[in-house]
């Protein structure tokens, strides 16, 4: 039972540490983000009233990086189940590793359980590498 409260605490730093990072890199590039103390389903808010939760990745498995929403509680519904909604208009995905964004429209990952993202099994998101000028329109 020590190691699954060891991971979990693991898991929120490196969380925390991926929203921080986000966070750094917007304001590098011009944007005013503001950070959510509580995850109610979005991490960082940005003046354009856009918003995104971070998910952060470490570890490949078998060449790519998996991001699930499976034990999500930020996802409309409390339940995370096939045909579930984000709240967040997008997710940032870290990869620590290669240092890669993926700036992924929301829309795309509704419904989704998990996504892949590097390798052969996430090519479908790798045109939202480093896709900052998704975030830089108004919210309609």
Partial sequence: EGGK????MYSSIIGKAGEYRVTSELLLRGYNP???VVDDGVDIVLNNRKTIQVKTVTTPHSGFYTVSFANASWIKGKKAKKGSSLLADYVVIWVVPKNDFYIIPATLING???ISVGGKNGQL?????????????EVK
Avoid: C, F, Q
Wanted: hydrophobic share 30%; glycine share 0%.
């Fill in 125 to 137: 998101y790798t045109k939202y590498i480093n896709k900052r000028e998704l975030l830089n329109d």
């Fill in 34 to 36: 503001a950070t959510r």
């Fill in 5 to 8: 409260d060891l991971m979990k």
């Fill in 112 to 114: 989704k359980m998990s």
